[in-house]
């Protein structure tokens, strides 16, 4: 574990180092430029032979073994106060399956071996420890069998999450989750599993989490799913409401590409350390305190809707490396009581559809930076009640215009721009009240606009080259 924590600080260092050397419109990225060695073929090849395979099958408190010939001793049993726990000693595959209201799976092997647990319609509670805890491995993956579904759960109780905590469990407290690993693990196959934690974290793991298939419900009192190194995602379905993070990695990065989140959680949709990378796929926040939350965001595709209570993306942190915000491509519908992008560096958007729909009062905004705001391509609009948005666009050969009603308008009033002809350039319908509207775009010419909102009307004229 320590070794590929000094690894994975060293390809961080060396991302860094690249970026140092780079212009703040540079397209070369830290997360893309490395995103094929992200996974492995293993971590998406979900077959296994059930000749060769320890079956454990759960009935209620007592667990039931069938160990193939060659095989013996691989397994054992430990007692808990109303059940058993299967600690799992050597390298392989097991089939978990059945029901207990008391009982638990231990991964304990040596640092070189690999274990495929595969989930095959087990219903699993345990208050004590968590339902599957990897204590030793080189790798662990969880397997969900195609067809079938699988629950994990803390407690008996329903999960009730409490809108006005958004702690986490303490570092003492970090075994109670309801899976729990120290090594690598790797949630796949074509099946479903639902998390339920009442009274602790859903997933941690002190290394890297990937998900590359599979269909996940987790609802949790605390944070959702944890990692301290990476979490990775490459596929599946994942739908989250958490009281606290929803997917938290506490010093590394998160990348995700070709999945579906959906996120409900009470403090930050997606917080990670040093960076967020959303190469495509999607990913819909319904509620949350801040969306994307890292030292540096970078979407390079996909549709990523989000409504946050305060900044929908947010770049933090000072120091040698300027935090930023990069948009390449893809399809953002961004809405928020505070700032939509909010940087302590610099933000650039080079292409795709972004829409910012930004509530806030005072100096805030939809766009918030302290190292400037450039757009050089793609169609931008923000749509703000206090704020007057402004971007950079250099030599890049598009327009902005900018529009200030002669009052507030309501939300839900239809919003559209008009050229000198009266074609319709630009059209959408705001969420929020607005007064303020700021566009850039290349379908934006040397011309006079016009826009209109109800009975209210601006005139404007496009700058640029």
């Not at 509207?437 to 005139?459: D, L, M, N, W």
Request: aromatic share 8%; with cysteine.
């Amino acid at each position: 574990m320590y070794r590929n924590r000094i690894g994975n600080i060293c390809i961080l260092a060396a991302m860094m180092t690249i970026l140092l050397l780079q212009t703040g419109c540079s397209t070369v990225s830290r997360g893309v430029a490395y995103g094929d060695s992200l996974f492995t073929n293993r971590d998406f090849d979900f077959e296994y032979s059930k000749e060769e395979a320890v079956f454990i099958t759960f009935r209620d408190t007592s667990p039931v073994i069938t160990v193939p010939e060659g095989r013996e001793n691989c397994v054992g049993t430990e007692k808990l106060s109303a059940g058993e726990s299967v600690i799992i000693k050597r390298e392989g595959t097991y089939i978990v399956e059945g029901w207990t209201t008391c009982g638990s799976v231990v991964i304990d092997t040596d640092k070189n071996s690999k274990v495929q647990l595969v989930l095959n319609g087990v219903d699993m509670t345990c208050e004590e420890k968590p339902c599957i805890y990897v204590k030793n491995a080189d790798k662990v993956f969880i397997t969900l069998q195609e067809g079938k579904e699988n629950i994990l759960r803390d407690s008996k109780t329903e999960v009730e999450i409490d809108e006005s905590k958004t702690e986490s469990i303490s570092d003492e407290r970090l075994l109670e989750s309801v899976i729990y690993s120290e090594d690598d693990i790797v949630f796949q196959g074509k099946g479903s599993l639902e998390i339920k934690a009442s009274v602790r974290d859903g997933v941690y793991c002190e290394n890297d989490i990937k998900i590359t298939g599979g269909n996940y419900n987790i609802k949790t009192v605390h944070t959702a799913v944890k990692a301290t190194d990476s979490i990775r995602i490459g596929g599946g379905f994942i739908n989250i409401e958490c009281g606290a993070d929803a997917l938290h990695v506490e010093e590394g990065y998160f990348y995700t590409r070709e999945s579906d989140i959906i996120i409900k959680c009470v403090d930050d949709a997606i917080h990670s350390m040093t960076e967020i990378t959303i190469a495509d796929g999607k990913v819909d926040i319904l509620k949350c305190r801040e969306g994307l939350e890292s030292n540096a965001v970078e979407v390079y595709g996909g549709k990523v809707k989000i409504d946050a209570e305060d900044d929908t993306i947010n770049a933090f942190g000072k120091g040698d490396i300027s935090p930023f915000i990069k948009i390449y491509d893809g399809e953002l519908y961004l809405k928020s009581e505070g700032d939509c992008i909010d940087s302590n560096g610099y933000a650039v958007i080079e292409g795709g559809t972004v829409y910012m729909f930004s509530s806030a009062q005072d100096d805030d905004g939809a766009v918030d930076t302290i190292d400037g705001f450039t757009v050089l391509g793609g169609d931008v609009i923000a749509v703000e009640i206090a704020g007057v948005t402004d971007a950079d666009i250099g030599q890049s050969g598009i327009r902005k215009i900018t529009f200030t009603m002669e009052e507030a308008c309501d939300a839900g009033s239809p919003f559209q721009v008009t050229d000198s002809n009266g074609e319709t350039v630009f059209s959408v319908i705001p969420e929020k009240e607005y007064r303020n509207v700021f566009i850039c775009s290349p379908k934006i010419k040397e011309a006079e606009y016009t826009a209109t909102s109800g009975r209210h009307q601006s005139i404007a004229s496009s700058m640029g080259r």
